[in-house]
Antibody, heavy 113, light 110 residues
Framework: QVVESGGGLVKPGGSLRLSCAAS????????MNWVRQAPGRGLEWVSS????????YYAGSVKGRFTISRDNAKNSLYLQMNALRVEDTAVYHC????????WGQGTLVTVSS | QPELTQPPSTSATPGQRVTISCSGS????????VTWFQHLPGTAPKLLIY???QRPSGVPDRFSGSKSGTSASLAISGLQSDDEADYYC???????????FGGGTKLTVL
Protein backbone atom coordinates (compact mmCIF):
# COMPACT_ATOMS: atom_id res chain seq x y z
CA GLN A 1 0.00 0.00 0.00
CA VAL A 2 0.95 3.63 -0.27
CA VAL A 3 0.18 6.31 2.31
CA GLU A 4 0.61 10.02 1.70
CA SER A 5 1.35 12.71 4.27
CA GLY A 6 2.46 16.31 4.44
CA GLY A 7 -0.56 18.15 3.11
CA GLY A 8 -1.94 21.26 4.73
CA LEU A 9 -2.77 24.94 4.35
CA VAL A 10 -0.13 27.19 2.79
CA LYS A 11 -0.14 30.74 1.47
CA PRO A 12 0.40 31.50 -2.21
CA GLY A 13 4.11 31.54 -2.96
CA GLY A 14 4.81 29.12 -0.12
CA SER A 15 6.31 25.65 -0.11
CA LEU A 16 5.25 22.22 1.05
CA ARG A 17 6.81 18.76 0.91
CA LEU A 18 4.62 15.72 0.44
CA SER A 19 5.75 12.23 1.39
CA CYS A 20 4.50 8.80 0.41
CA ALA A 21 5.37 5.70 2.43
CA ALA A 22 5.21 2.46 0.47
CA SER A 23 4.92 -1.06 1.83
CA UNK A 24 4.07 -4.56 0.67
CA UNK A 25 6.02 -4.47 -2.59
CA UNK A 26 9.57 -4.04 -3.87
CA UNK A 27 9.51 -0.24 -4.04
CA UNK A 28 12.66 0.16 -6.12
CA UNK A 29 11.20 -1.98 -8.92
CA UNK A 30 8.35 0.39 -9.67
CA UNK A 31 7.87 3.72 -11.34
CA MET A 32 5.97 6.05 -9.02
CA ASN A 33 3.66 8.95 -9.72
CA TRP A 34 1.86 11.90 -8.18
CA VAL A 35 -1.66 12.56 -9.45
CA ARG A 36 -3.91 15.32 -8.11
CA GLN A 37 -7.58 16.22 -8.15
CA ALA A 38 -8.65 19.80 -7.59
CA PRO A 39 -12.08 20.43 -6.03
CA GLY A 40 -14.78 19.78 -8.61
CA ARG A 41 -12.24 18.86 -11.27
CA GLY A 42 -10.94 15.68 -12.84
CA LEU A 43 -7.74 13.74 -12.28
CA GLU A 44 -4.53 15.48 -13.31
CA TRP A 45 -1.14 13.78 -13.59
CA VAL A 46 1.60 15.78 -11.86
CA SER A 47 4.88 13.87 -12.10
CA SER A 48 6.52 10.47 -12.56
CA UNK A 49 9.85 8.98 -11.52
CA UNK A 50 11.43 5.71 -12.58
CA UNK A 51 12.42 3.00 -10.12
CA UNK A 52 16.04 4.07 -10.08
CA UNK A 53 15.17 7.76 -10.03
CA UNK A 54 17.04 8.38 -13.27
CA UNK A 55 14.00 9.30 -15.38
CA UNK A 56 11.72 12.09 -14.23
CA TYR A 57 8.80 13.79 -15.95
CA TYR A 58 6.54 16.69 -15.01
CA ALA A 59 3.27 18.17 -16.17
CA GLY A 60 3.71 21.56 -17.77
CA SER A 61 1.63 23.19 -15.05
CA VAL A 62 4.18 22.31 -12.34
CA LYS A 63 7.48 22.14 -14.22
CA GLY A 64 10.08 24.35 -12.61
CA ARG A 65 8.14 24.61 -9.34
CA PHE A 66 7.72 20.99 -8.19
CA THR A 67 10.44 18.37 -7.70
CA ILE A 68 9.79 14.65 -7.42
CA SER A 69 12.30 12.38 -5.69
CA ARG A 70 12.53 9.01 -4.02
CA ASP A 71 14.56 7.20 -1.39
CA ASN A 72 14.51 3.50 -2.18
CA ALA A 73 16.27 2.65 1.08
CA LYS A 74 13.34 4.19 2.94
CA ASN A 75 10.62 3.01 0.51
CA SER A 76 9.53 6.62 0.19
CA LEU A 77 8.44 9.00 -2.53
CA TYR A 78 8.46 12.79 -2.19
CA LEU A 79 7.08 15.86 -3.89
CA GLN A 80 8.70 19.19 -3.08
CA MET A 81 6.27 21.94 -4.06
CA ASN A 82 7.56 25.51 -4.30
CA ALA A 83 5.99 28.77 -5.48
CA LEU A 84 2.56 27.33 -4.77
CA ARG A 85 -0.46 28.87 -6.46
CA VAL A 86 -4.14 28.87 -5.56
CA GLU A 87 -4.73 26.54 -8.51
CA ASP A 88 -2.45 23.93 -6.93
CA THR A 89 -5.15 23.31 -4.31
CA ALA A 90 -6.03 19.64 -4.64
CA VAL A 91 -5.91 16.18 -3.12
CA TYR A 92 -2.53 14.71 -4.08
CA HIS A 93 -2.37 10.95 -4.61
CA CYS A 94 0.74 8.79 -4.61
CA UNK A 95 0.32 6.10 -7.29
CA UNK A 96 2.35 3.02 -8.10
CA UNK A 97 3.56 1.96 -11.52
CA UNK A 98 3.21 3.15 -15.08
CA UNK A 99 -0.22 1.49 -15.11
CA UNK A 100 -1.23 3.48 -12.00
CA UNK A 101 -2.36 0.27 -10.36
CA UNK A 102 -2.34 1.22 -6.68
CA TRP A 103 -3.48 4.58 -5.34
CA GLY A 104 -3.16 6.13 -1.91
CA GLN A 105 -6.11 7.89 -0.32
CA GLY A 106 -4.41 11.21 -0.89
CA THR A 107 -3.38 14.24 1.13
CA LEU A 108 -5.11 17.60 0.82
CA VAL A 109 -3.09 20.66 -0.12
CA THR A 110 -4.87 23.99 0.24
CA VAL A 111 -3.21 27.13 -1.12
CA SER A 112 -5.00 30.19 0.16
CA SER A 113 -4.24 33.56 1.69
CA GLN B 1 -0.98 20.37 -23.97
CA PRO B 2 -2.35 17.09 -25.30
CA GLU B 3 -5.92 16.14 -24.44
CA LEU B 4 -8.06 13.05 -24.19
CA THR B 5 -11.75 13.70 -24.83
CA GLN B 6 -14.48 11.88 -22.94
CA PRO B 7 -18.21 12.62 -22.81
CA PRO B 8 -18.94 14.51 -19.56
CA SER B 9 -21.80 12.24 -18.61
CA THR B 10 -23.84 9.21 -19.57
CA SER B 11 -26.69 7.26 -18.02
CA ALA B 12 -28.36 3.89 -18.29
CA THR B 13 -30.67 1.61 -16.35
CA PRO B 14 -29.64 -1.46 -14.33
CA GLY B 15 -28.87 -4.45 -16.52
CA GLN B 16 -28.08 -2.38 -19.59
CA ARG B 17 -24.75 -2.03 -21.36
CA VAL B 18 -23.01 1.32 -21.52
CA THR B 19 -19.95 2.42 -23.47
CA ILE B 20 -17.66 5.34 -22.62
CA SER B 21 -15.40 6.72 -25.32
CA CYS B 22 -11.96 8.31 -25.07
CA SER B 23 -10.58 10.16 -28.08
CA GLY B 24 -6.96 11.18 -28.47
CA SER B 25 -4.31 11.57 -31.14
CA UNK B 26 -1.49 9.71 -32.86
CA UNK B 27 1.03 10.83 -30.22
CA UNK B 28 -0.94 9.39 -27.31
CA UNK B 29 -3.64 6.75 -27.85
CA UNK B 30 -2.37 6.07 -31.35
CA UNK B 31 1.00 5.01 -29.95
CA UNK B 32 0.53 3.93 -26.34
CA UNK B 33 -1.76 1.70 -24.34
CA VAL B 34 -4.79 3.04 -22.50
CA THR B 35 -5.81 2.56 -18.89
CA TRP B 36 -9.24 3.12 -17.34
CA PHE B 37 -10.12 4.05 -13.78
CA GLN B 38 -13.25 4.10 -11.67
CA HIS B 39 -13.49 6.87 -9.09
CA LEU B 40 -16.06 7.15 -6.36
CA PRO B 41 -16.07 10.48 -4.48
CA GLY B 42 -14.00 10.36 -1.32
CA THR B 43 -12.17 7.19 -2.28
CA ALA B 44 -8.98 6.35 -4.12
CA PRO B 45 -9.40 5.77 -7.86
CA LYS B 46 -9.41 2.11 -8.87
CA LEU B 47 -7.67 0.62 -11.90
CA LEU B 48 -10.22 -1.13 -14.13
CA ILE B 49 -8.38 -1.77 -17.40
CA TYR B 50 -4.70 -1.62 -18.39
CA UNK B 51 -2.88 -2.29 -21.65
CA UNK B 52 -6.11 -1.36 -23.50
CA UNK B 53 -8.08 -4.48 -22.63
CA GLN B 54 -6.55 -6.25 -19.62
CA ARG B 55 -8.40 -6.52 -16.31
CA PRO B 56 -6.55 -6.64 -13.00
CA SER B 57 -7.53 -9.50 -10.74
CA GLY B 58 -10.71 -8.71 -8.88
CA VAL B 59 -12.27 -6.59 -11.61
CA PRO B 60 -15.44 -8.27 -12.89
CA ASP B 61 -15.57 -9.32 -16.54
CA ARG B 62 -18.57 -6.99 -16.94
CA PHE B 63 -15.88 -4.36 -17.54
CA SER B 64 -14.04 -4.50 -20.87
CA GLY B 65 -11.76 -2.20 -22.81
CA SER B 66 -10.83 -1.79 -26.44
CA LYS B 67 -8.72 0.48 -28.62
CA SER B 68 -8.80 1.34 -32.30
CA GLY B 69 -6.55 3.92 -33.87
CA THR B 70 -6.64 7.07 -31.79
CA SER B 71 -9.70 6.14 -29.75
CA ALA B 72 -10.48 3.78 -26.91
CA SER B 73 -13.64 2.60 -25.21
CA LEU B 74 -14.73 1.19 -21.89
CA ALA B 75 -17.81 -1.01 -21.88
CA ILE B 76 -19.79 -1.98 -18.81
CA SER B 77 -22.39 -4.69 -19.23
CA GLY B 78 -25.04 -5.84 -16.77
CA LEU B 79 -25.03 -2.39 -15.21
CA GLN B 80 -25.41 -2.29 -11.41
CA SER B 81 -26.29 0.59 -9.11
CA ASP B 82 -22.84 0.58 -7.52
CA ASP B 83 -21.27 1.16 -10.94
CA GLU B 84 -22.39 4.77 -10.54
CA ALA B 85 -19.09 6.65 -10.48
CA ASP B 86 -16.70 8.80 -12.49
CA TYR B 87 -14.65 6.99 -15.13
CA TYR B 88 -11.34 8.21 -16.52
CA CYS B 89 -9.10 7.11 -19.37
CA UNK B 90 -5.37 7.81 -19.39
CA UNK B 91 -2.31 7.20 -21.51
CA UNK B 92 1.18 8.54 -22.20
CA UNK B 93 1.82 11.23 -24.79
CA UNK B 94 5.08 10.87 -26.70
CA UNK B 95 5.11 14.37 -28.15
CA UNK B 96 5.71 16.11 -24.81
CA UNK B 97 6.47 13.14 -22.53
CA UNK B 98 3.52 13.59 -20.20
CA UNK B 99 0.76 11.34 -18.94
CA UNK B 100 -2.67 12.58 -19.90
CA PHE B 101 -6.06 11.90 -18.37
CA GLY B 102 -9.41 12.30 -20.01
CA GLY B 103 -11.75 14.80 -18.43
CA GLY B 104 -13.81 12.03 -16.87
CA THR B 105 -17.30 10.68 -17.53
CA LYS B 106 -19.93 10.66 -14.81
CA LEU B 107 -22.03 7.51 -15.08
CA THR B 108 -25.50 7.67 -13.61
CA VAL B 109 -27.45 4.46 -13.07
CA LEU B 110 -31.10 5.42 -13.33
Amino acid sequence: QVVESGGGLVKPGGSLRLSCAASGFTFSSYNMNWVRQAPGRGLEWVSSISGSGSDIYYAGSVKGRFTISRDNAKNSLYLQMNALRVEDTAVYHCVRDANLDHWGQGTLVTVSS
Amino acid sequence: QPELTQPPSTSATPGQRVTISCSGSTSNIGTNSVTWFQHLPGTAPKLLIYYNDQRPSGVPDRFSGSKSGTSASLAISGLQSDDEADYYCATWDDSVNVRVFGGGTKLTVL
